[in-house]
């Protein structure tokens, strides 16, 4: 943390340090509502970190992250229920569980040299697999879903993530700026750098000693552990989990947005991304809900125009012109 400040321009640093300071603080001014939507801003910039990392670092295009998520919320809220073993210990088995689909599905893609699109459909099909077992899964519930209880006299227990919105607020604020300073170290690292070779040129990589099929696996393993946190905290958060809710490919398509409107490859790009997206798809539920329009799918067609008007006029993403514009840089691209 201390190397990243120092590398980091004076006008990054004033920026940084008065952006934490404002979300800090802004529980002490804001009501329940915008305190809500940051807290789905900060899910969202944390889970668009783990993917950017897989994408935009190491260049391998996964369109069924959402597996990662449900396996980690499914594995967390079981040990809960069934064992009585707490999130914060539930969590390590959620991420080795998430880790273990990653792997596989790894393996399989470039054991047998399955990339581009191909893997990205191998991705879709893990994730389509899993929703349809879980739909028909005693122990989860099945498409009934799984809940969570939540007792008034449990609020507080902060243990068992059983606290209120200011707990989820400030856990998912952690997570967004521990997701970034990772990102931001492990770019800067021996690996990271290994990453990029693979995504501009996996030939010339190999030809200068890289372990191209090694490099690909640590991305995708460490990218699905880190989804499956932001799983955990989906499921405590919202206190259910179903299958087609969780494991659905527009469940994944949402959690790749953020990265992809922000920039792609860089460190603040999720979170840049999150900050656009999030209040603008909950402004339309607010507005379709006020005038009582029932459009199924209207959220999905309204990101993708501003998805085309954002890559149309800025194909890097926002943050790299926003980096541009106020004279700062992403060390870490």
Same mark, same amino acid.
């Given at each position: 943390?201390?190397?990243?400040? $120092? #590398?980091?321009?004076?006008?990054?640093?004033?920026?940084? %340090?008065?952006?934490?300071?404002?979300?800090?603080?802004?529980?002490?001014?804001?009501?329940?509502?915008?305190?809500?939507?940051?807290?789905?801003? +900060?899910? +969202?910039?944390?889970?668009?970190?783990?993917?950017?990392?897989?994408?935009?670092?190491?260049?391998?295009?996964?369109?069924?992250?959402?597996?990662?998520? /449900?396996?980690? /919320?499914?594995?967390? *809220?079981?040990?809960?229920?069934?064992?009585?073993?707490?999130?914060?210990?539930?969590?390590? %088995? %959620?991420?080795?569980?998430?880790?273990?689909?990653?792997?596989?599905? =790894?393996?399989?893609?470039?054991?047998?040299?399955?990339?581009?699109?191909?893997?990205?459909?191998?991705?879709?099909?893990?994730?389509?697999?899993?929703?349809?077992?879980?739909?028909?899964?005693?122990?989860?519930?099945?498409?009934?879903?799984?809940?969570?209880?939540?007792?008034?006299?449990?609020? =507080?227990?902060?243990?068992?993530? $059983? /606290?209120?919105?200011?707990?989820?607020?400030?856990?998912?604020?952690?997570?967004?700026?521990?997701?970034?300073?990772?990102?931001?170290?492990?770019?800067?690292?021996?690996?990271?750098?290994?990453?990029?070779?693979?995504?501009?040129?996996?030939? *010339?990589?190999?030809?200068? /000693?890289?372990? %191209?099929?090694?490099?690909?696996?640590?991305?995708?393993?460490?990218?699905?552990?880190?989804?499956?946190?932001?799983?955990?905290?989906?499921?405590?958060?919202?206190?259910?989990?179903?299958?087609?809710?969780?494991?659905?490919?527009?469940?994944?398509?949402?959690?790749?947005?953020?990265? #992809?409107?922000?920039?792609? =490859?860089?460190?603040?790009?999720?979170?840049?991304?999150? +900050?656009?997206?999030?209040?603008?798809?909950?402004?339309?539920?607010?507005?379709?809900? $006020?005038?009582?329009?029932?459009?199924?799918?209207?959220?999905?067609?309204?990101?993708?125009?501003?998805?085309?008007?954002?890559?149309?006029?800025?194909?890097?993403?926002?943050?790299?012109?926003?980096?541009?514009? +106020?004279?700062?840089?992403?060390?870490?691209?």
């Amino acid at each position: 943390m201390i190397e990243l400040w $120092r #590398i980091a321009p004076p006008r990054g640093r004033i920026v940084i %340090a008065l952006a934490l300071a404002v979300l800090l603080a802004l529980p002490l001014a804001a009501d329940r509502y915008v305190i809500s939507v940051l807290t789905l801003i +900060f899910y +969202f910039a944390y889970v668009g970190q783990a993917w950017n990392l897989m994408m935009g670092y190491a260049g391998q295009l996964s369109l069924g992250h959402a597996l990662y998520v /449900g396996v980690g /919320g499914y594995v967390a *809220a079981l040990m809960w229920l069934k064992l009585g073993i707490g999130p914060w210990l539930g969590v390590f %088995a %959620a991420v080795a569980a998430a880790a273990a689909f990653g792997a596989a599905i =790894g393996w399989l893609g470039f054991r047998f040299g399955i990339a581009g699109v191909y893997f990205a459909l191998l991705t879709i099909a893990f994730a389509e697999f899993t929703r349809i077992g879980f739909d028909h899964l005693e122990l989860t519930g099945g498409a009934a879903g799984l809940f969570l209880p939540f007792e008034e006299k449990r609020i =507080g227990e902060w243990w068992n993530l $059983r /606290g209120g919105q200011l707990l989820f607020y400030y856990l998912g604020l952690a997570l967004a700026a521990g997701a970034a300073l990772l990102v931001a170290l492990m770019a800067r690292s021996r690996l990271g750098y290994q990453w990029r070779a693979v995504r501009e040129d996996e030939t *010339a990589a190999r030809a200068l /000693g890289i372990d %191209a099929f090694a490099v690909k696996m640590a991305a995708v393993v460490i990218s699905s552990g880190m989804t499956a946190v932001g799983g955990v905290f989906y499921a405590f958060y919202y206190n259910n989990l179903f299958p087609s809710q969780v494991f659905e490919i527009s469940r994944s398509i949402e959690l790749i947005l953020a990265p #992809i409107v922000g920039g792609l =490859g860089t460190v603040f790009g999720p979170v840049i991304g999150a +900050f656009v997206l999030t209040p603008l798809g909950e402004g339309l539920t607010a507005v379709t809900g $006020r005038f009582g329009i029932n459009a199924p799918g209207v959220k999905a067609v309204f990101y993708g125009v501003v998805l085309i008007v954002i890559i149309s006029a800025m194909p890097s993403g926002v943050w790299p012109r926003l980096a541009a514009l +106020f004279g700062l840089k992403d060390h870490a691209r």
